[in-house]
Nanobody
Framework: QWQLVESGGGSVQAGGSLRLSCVASGIIASRNCMGWFRQPPGKEREGVARIGPISPATGTWYTDSVKGRFTISRDSARNTVYLQMNSLKPEDTATYYC???????????????WGQGTQVTVSS
C-alpha cells in the first residue's frame, strides 16, 4: 500500500519561510521522480519543483517563479522529500501536493501517486 503524506504547511507573512515534507511509504523516493505541485484557489494545478531518481540521475527542476527561492531535496534514509520555501510571496498561496512518477515528466496528469496536500497561505 503506497502513501505520500505532506506536512509543514501553514500561514506566514510575505518574506517568511516554510519547509514542506513529503514522507513516502510503499514507494521508494530515490527510485522515482518526486515532484511538488501547487493549486491556487480557482486555478489549475501546476508543477513547482521536481527531483529525479538517483539513477539515472536527472537532477532538479524548478518553475521560473520559484527559482532562487525554493529548494527541493531528498533524504533517502527517511524516504522523504522536502521543499524549502524562502522569501514567500502572496502569490505562493496554494495547496501544495507531493507526487511521484517512475520518470520525470512536465505533465501533471502523468503523475500517478499523490498526497492529500498541505495548505500554504502567505499574507502581505
Amino acid at each position: 500500500q503506497w502513501q505520500l503524506v505532506e506536512s509543514g504547511g501553514g500561514s506566514v507573512q510575505a518574506g517568511g519561510s516554510l519547509r514542506l515534507s513529503c514522507v513516502a511509504s510503499g514507494i521508494i523516493a530515490s527510485r522515482n521522480c518526486m515532484g511538488w505541485f501547487r493549486q491556487p484557489p480557482g486555478k489549475e494545478r501546476e508543477g513547482v519543483a521536481r527531483i529525479g531518481p538517483i539513477s539515472p540521475a536527472t537532477g532538479t527542476w524548478y518553475t521560473d517563479s520559484v527559482k532562487g527561492r525554493f529548494t527541493i531535496s531528498r533524504d533517502s534514509a527517511r524516504n522523504t522529500v522536502y521543499l524549502q520555501m524562502n522569501s514567500l510571496k502572496p502569490e505562493d498561496t496554494a495547496t501544495y501536493y507531493c507526487a511521484a512518477l517512475r520518470y520525470c515528466s512536465s505533465r501533471v496528469d502523468e503523475y500517478n501517486f499523490w498526497g492529500q496536500g498541505t495548505q500554504v497561505t502567505v499574507s502581505s
